[in-house]
């Protein structure tokens, strides 16, 4: 058996950008000719394979990104060095580069509180017995028009004896009411918050203008979240105490209670994490009998004392310190609930009638609150009234009828003594 002689191919030299793409044989259509809409399909698919991917990654268990961010210190090393003072936006309410929540129920005036400390701490005064911070203020309404603003802080600056152009270059009011005021938003598929355009103009804003005062009203509109969600409102409040740090100021964020946070008189709304996550908390509450009286409570103080009330008083357009003693107005109706009083207790008993001092029917307050001739006069104020009246003597309480049957009657002491029923001291 003869072996074939073997015959050798020649080379033959091809250009490589001639031959077809891998994968594709020399008579495939080129990758151009395919149909438009199986491509798009494929590059569908090669999209969600590369986002899959990319979920499976590794991901830092905290928002400290970079190992560098973290500082670990030795206690120790502060042996012999300066304590640094607690800084205060306003002494023991407001702290500085921290977050203060100030919820307050519909129709008390809780922007209005906040604008008007606002004012006093771009101008330097003091206001509602406090002294804030000096400097710069920022103001986000969320609720209100430019001419709400305009009214409030006319009013305000009217008390404090000032005017808009005392606050020239030194304050930065935004009217949101009827727009979109979200800080934060929920994405679409993930439930994961996201910063909005807004809010880096607002950060723009500020590391340009270095206020000491941040206002947001309100938690409602600026949050873009779900108030119930622990997790996204520790982002929110997080993020906002970062801002707070970066450029050295306070956050003032303005909230409603819930039905449930005002019956139960601590003023909150949604999750836990909204009162935990801040470092302090006021809440803002009218009086149920005197509508021109608020009381500030502080509700969670980490840097102060808890439990403690300012009282205050809506007077004109703002808001005065009470201190306990009536106002010009309120003495003026103090003393128009006594004439009323003293009139128709002389009416009733001219009449033949009898009231009494004493809780019953016959309460003087109660058959006095029926009377046409109170003159709007409410129960209360007339209670108030005989008080008052007992104090100065204008009324008494008599006895009548035979020692066994004696019945008491209230009196006016000047008509006694005008029947000579009772002698003058």
Known sequence: MTAKPLTATPFVYTDPTTLPPIGMTADAP????????????????????????????????????????IKIIDPSDWEGQPIPERQWYLEGLIPNRQVTLLSGDGGTGKSLLAYQIGLAGVLGLETLGFQPAEGRVVYLAAEDDEGELKRRGHDILTAMKRTFADLRGRMRVIPMAGKDAE???????????????????????????????????????????????RKQVRFFVSMLR?????????????????????????????STAWNNSVRSRLYFTSDKTDEDLRLLKNMKANYGRKGAETKLRWHEGAFILDDGKPTAHAALLANHADQV???????????????????????????????PER???????????????FTENKIAVIKEGPPSRQRERLVVVEDEIRQKRMASE
Do not use: Y
């Open 375 to 389: 003159e709007g006069t409410t129960k209360k104020a007339l209670e108030e009234a005989m008080a008052r009246l």
């Open 183 to 229: 800080l934060v938003t929920e994405k679409r598929r993930s439930r994961e918050l996201e910063l909005t355009a807004l809010a880096q103009r607002i950060t723009d804003l500020l590391t340009e203008f270095r206020p000491k005062l941040l206002i947001l009203d309100t938690a409602a509109d600026v949050f873009g979240g779900d108030e119930i969600n």
């Open 341 to 371: 009083f003293l009139r128709m207790l002389s009416s009733i008993n001219a009449s033949g009638r009898r009231v009494s001092s004493s809780r019953s029917t016959a309460f003087a307050p109660t058959v006095m609150a029926a009377m």
């Open 242 to 270: 970062r801002l707070a740090m970066d450029c050295d100021l306070a956050v003032l964020l303005l909230s409603h209670p819930s039905v449930q946070g005002m019956q139960s008189g601590t003023g909150l709304s949604g």
């Open 30 to 69: 080129a990758f151009e000719e395919f149909d438009p809409k199986i491509l798009g399909w494929v590059m569908q698919g090669i999209a969600v394979r590369e986002a899959i991917e990319a979920s499976r990654a590794p991901i830092a268990s905290n928002d400290n990104q970079q190992p560098d961010a």
